[in-house]
Nanobody, 124 residues
């Protein structure tokens, strides 16, 4: 069973930066496609960024974060990262790490392993 544990959330001022980390255990990390989802109060969950398995050569970004967020993975550390820059108040949400085996980078469904979430709050 794959277990995911997020860290790195917190309170930051608009324009600032944060880096989220997601440590995975219990599976073959390099075979997992990984993603960061986020959910703000009263809004639907959104896939913010995704990275393909193994070398992570393919990435996906939601239009709302493109150019500001960067997803990356370190297979040696079994960890996926989300570097967030130029943060906006509207980036405030609970951020969840998710994993799946297979799937294409453009497909938002099929993630069957989830972390507990980490709160990111951006103040004006």
């Amino acid at each position: 069973q794959v277990q995911l544990v997020e860290s790195g959330g917190g309170l930051v001022q608009a324009g600032g930066s944060l880096r989220l980390s997601c440590a995975a255990s219990g599976g073959t990390f390099s075979s997992l496609s990984m993603a960061w989802f986020r959910q703000a109060p009263g809004k639907e969950r959104e896939r913010a960024a995704a990275i393909s398995w193994f070398g992570g050569r393919s990435t996906y970004y939601a239009d709302s974060v493109k150019g500001r967020f960067t997803i990356s993975r370190d297979n040696g550390k079994h960890t996926v990262y989300l570097q967030m820059s130029s943060l906006k108040v509207e980036d405030t949400a609970v951020y969840y790490c998710a994993a799946r085996i297979g799937g294409t980078i453009t497909t938002p469904q099929g993630y069957d392993h989830w972390g507990q979430g980490t709160q990111v709050t951006v103040s004006s």
